[in-house]
């Protein structure tokens, strides 16, 4: 089992709706989660952070859930601009640098 | 407050050149680690540096490949003697270092061997 699993997609959704996506990881002790986007050909960039009580920032809202070992992320009203690929990051236990990042959702917004 | 700044953007090498790629990092922040990105693959770690220390290389391959961190100036990767397959995207991210805190990534070198 990979320490940090998405489904690579793409997921194809019509502009406006909603659409979420999970990312597992193996290491229960893992401290630190979170998501990035990356456009094609371009730097990855944070998008947010994940906080044990979950956290939303305007028409995303993440989660985490530790029992089940997965975060996600959900996107409302969703726009063209979304498209993208999404990354997620998991810390390894025991240490505050070493990041596992899984291989990415592909997200395909369609008007 | 700048970012992480990388250069060159582009950089075209020919085989059995050699290649340096140049990161400095966002203020404030002594951690900087250096990824590699191949088309249509994932992030791909290579090293991570602290100032004047490396401490971790576990993703560099071993030969040809080197990376510093200097006291004074940027972080450099450092490519000899190049091959086609070192063609890819070269990311540079930093942080401050505390548990917690997301890398923020500069542009990215993107690195064309012929």
């Known amino acids: 089992r990979k320490e940090v699993e998405q489904d690579p997609g793409p997921f194809n959704v019509p502009e406006g709706a909603t659409v979420a996506f999970n990312c597992t990881y193996s290491?229960?002790?893992?401290?630190?989660f979170f998501w990035y986007r990356q456009d094609c050909r371009k730097e990855p960039k944070l998008l947010m952070s994940?906080?044990?009580?979950?956290n939303e920032d305007g028409r995303f809202t993440a989660q985490l859930n530790r029992a089940s070992q997965y975060i996600s992320l959900l996107i409302r009203d969703s726009k063209l601009s979304d498209s993208a690929t999404y990354l997620c990051?998991?810390?390894?236990?025991?240490?505050?640098?070493?990041?596992?990042w899984g291989a990415g959702t592909k997200l395909i917004i369609k008007p | 407050n700048a970012g992480v700044m990388q250069n060159p953007r582009h950089l075209v090498r020919r085989r059995g050149q050699e290649a340096r790629l140049r990161c400095s990092p966002m203020k404030g922040h002594s951690h900087v680690y250096w990824y590699r990105q191949l088309p249509e693959e994932g992030l791909k770690f290579m090293v991570y540096l602290q100032k004047e220390n490396i401490i971790d290389e576990s993703g560099m391959p071993k030969e040809r490949f080197s990376a510093e961190f200097p006291k004074e100036g940027p972080s450099i990767l450092r490519i000899q003697q190049v091959v086609r397959g070192d063609s890819a995207a070269y990311f540079c991210a930093s942080s401050p270092g505390q548990l917690g805190s997301p890398l923020h990534f500069g542009n990215g070198t993107r690195l064309t061997v012929t």
């Open positions: 290491n229960s002790a893992s401290q630190s």
């Open positions: 994940v906080y044990s009580s979950g």
């Open positions: 990051v998991v810390n390894m236990a025991g240490s505050n640098y070493q990041l596992i």
